[in-house]
Structures are given as C-alpha cells and as structure tokens.
Nanobody, 121 residues
Framework: QVQLKESGGGSVQAGGSLRLSCTVS?????MAWFRQAPGKAREGVAV???????DYAEFVKGRFSISKDNAANTLSLQMNALKPEDTAMYYC??????????????????WGQGTQVTVSS
C-alpha cells in the first residue's frame, strides 16, 4: 500500500518560486505531479521513474524540476518562474508497475490529498 502526502503549497507573485514536497511510503515505479485548476481537467506536470529518468509537460519545461530523495522518501517539485496560469491544486501520484502514458492521470492509482498553489499577477 502506497501513502502520499503533499506539502509546500502557498501563494506567490508571478515570477516567483515554490517547492512542493510529497512524503512517500511504500514501493513505487513511477511518481508524478499533477495539477487541477477550477473547472479544468486534471493534467500531468512531471514524472520520475524509479531509475531517475524524468519527463515534463511542455508548459513547464525549463521552469519546473522533479526529483526524488530515496533516502528521505520524498518527492519534490521545484517550480520557478511561476505564472498566474500555474495556479491550481497540485497532487502527487504514484503507480507500482510500468504504464503506457506517463502523464495521464487515469494511469495512476495512488494519490495525495493535494496542496494549493496560487500565483498572482
């Protein structure tokens, strides 16, 4: 059984930075960050494989960085150059076996409760 808990959300002005963390218990194969803005579908932001390989949605490439500290059982998302359109609830998610679509929320079966990120202009 995988348990996930996010922290680190908050409010920031455009151009600022935030770092999200997700404590992880249990074995995972892929871990990812997703976000959901009011009235919009949940979308994939970044994913990291057990071997450290990463992938990002186009809209965050060059601004966000996903990492995992296996010793601390923590997944992180460093978010720089934040924009108002990054405002959303951010969720960490995990899956325990290989999947086909790395940034599709339907592929993930373990989820945290979410942490709110608000970026003002």
């Amino acid at each position: 059984q995988v348990q996930l808990k996010e922290s680190g959300g908050g409010s920031v002005q455009a151009g600022g930075s935030l770092r999200l963390s997700c404590t992880v218990s249990g074995y995972t194969y892929y871990m990812a960050w997703f976000r959901q803005a009011p009235g919009k579908a949940r979308e994939g932001v970044a994913v990291i494989v057990y071997n450290g390989n990463t992938d990002y949605a186009e809209f965050v490439k060059g601004r966000f960085s996903i990492s995992k500290d296996n010793a601390a059982n923590t997944l992180s998302l460093q978010m720089n150059a934040l924009k108002p359109e990054d405002t959303a609830m951010y969720y960490c998610a995990a899956v325990t076996s290989p999947i086909a679509w790395l940034l599709h929320p339907q592929e993930y079966n373990y989820w945290g409760q979410g942490t709110q990120v608000t970026v003002s202009s």
